[in-house]
T-cell receptor, first 118, second 112 residues
Framework: DTAVSQTPKYLVTQMGNDKSIKCEQN?????MYWYKQDSKKFLKIMFS???????INETVPNRFSPKSPDKAHLNLHINSLELGDSAVYFC?????????????????FGEGSRLTVL | AQKITQTQPGMFVQEKEAVTLDCTYD???????LFWYKQPSSGEMIFLIY??????QNATEGRYSLNFQKARKSANLVISASQLGDSAMYFC?????????FGKGTRLSVIA
C-alpha cells in the first residue's frame, strides 16, 4: 500500500495550458504539503494544509491553486503554465501541524510528479 | 527566519569507508527537529534519521548516525561502511513550527 501517492508521475505540456496534480495519503495524517524541487534540486515549500485548511502559503504565483476536498487529499492546480514551472512537485504528509513539534516529525513524501513545460 | 546550510555540493567516498555530510542550521527557537533525507536517482525522498533539539543522545539508525553539536548548531550525518547504493543526494532539513525547511543538498558518490 502506497502511503502518499501522486498522479501523474510525469506530465509534459505546452506553455499556457492548465494542469492538475493529485495527491492522496492513507496514513490518517492531518497535514499535507506541496513542495517544489527545481533543476538544482532545491526543495521549497509551497503550501501546507491542516485538516483541509490552508495554513502555509509561501510566495507562489496565484496561478497555483491548491485544493483539499478532505484531509486525505491535496490537489495542485496550475493555470497558464510557464517554462519556469518545470520542476518536480512533491506531495507530503505528516501527523503534526505547525506549532506542534512531534518527537518523530517525519514527513512522508509521494514519489514526485515531474512537470515539463515546453 | 530558519536556515539550513549544506556547504558540500558533492562528496566522493570509497566503498566501505565512512563519510560525514555537513549540515549547519540557524534558529533562535529552543525546540526544533533536524532530519536527513536521501534522494536516489529514482527521485523518491527517503527519511533517514531524526534528532530532536532536546535529545541528549545522538540519533543512530543502522549505518547512519547524526553528530549533533547544539552549541555549534551543526547536525552532520555520518554514514559508516559506505555502499554503492548510498550514492544519492542527501538533504538536511529543520522543523521549527513550520513545514520542513531543506538545505540545498549534497551529492554523495560512492566509488568501488
Amino acid at each position: 500500500d502506497t502511503a502518499v501517492s501522486q498522479t501523474p508521475k510525469y506530465l509534459v505540456t505546452q506553455m499556457g495550458n492548465d494542469k492538475s496534480i493529485k495527491c492522496e495519503q492513507n496514513l490518517g495524517h492531518d497535514t499535507m504539503y506541496w513542495y517544489k524541487q527545481d533543476s538544482k534540486k532545491f526543495l521549497k515549500i509551497m503550501f501546507s494544509y491542516n485538516n483541509k485548511e490552508l495554513i502555509i502559503n509561501e510566495t507562489v504565483p496565484n496561478r497555483f491553486s491548491p485544493k483539499s476536498p478532505d484531509k486525505a487529499h491535496l490537489n495542485l492546480h496550475i493555470n497558464s503554465l510557464e517554462l519556469g514551472d518545470s520542476a518536480v512537485y512533491f506531495c507530503a504528509s505528516s501527523q503534526f501541524s505547525t506549532g506542534t513539534l512531534s518527537n518523530t516529525g517525519e514527513l512522508f513524501f509521494g514519489e514526485g510528479s515531474r512537470l515539463t513545460v515546453l | 527566519a530558519q536556515k539550513i546550510t549544506q556547504t558540500q555540493p558533492g562528496m566522493f567516498v570509497q566503498e566501505k569507508e565512512a563519510v560525514t555530510l555537513d549540515c549547519t542550521y540557524d534558529t533562535s527557537d529552543q525546540s526544533y527537529g533536524l532530519f536527513w533525507y536521501k534522494q536516489p536517482s529514482s527521485g523518491e525522498m527517503i527519511f533517514l534519521i531524526y534528532q530532536g533539539s532536546y535529545d541528549e543522545q545522538n540519533a543512530t539508525e543502522g549505518r547512519y548516525s547524526l553528530n549533533f553539536q547544539k552549541a555549534r548548531k551543526s547536525a552532520n550525518l555520518v554514514i559508516s561502511a559506505s555502499q554503492l547504493g548510498d550514492s544519492a543526494m542527501y538533504f538536511c532539513a529543520m522543523l521549527v513550527n513550520t513545514p520542513l525547511v531543506f538545505g540545498k543538498g549534497t551529492r554523495l558518490s560512492v566509488i568501488a
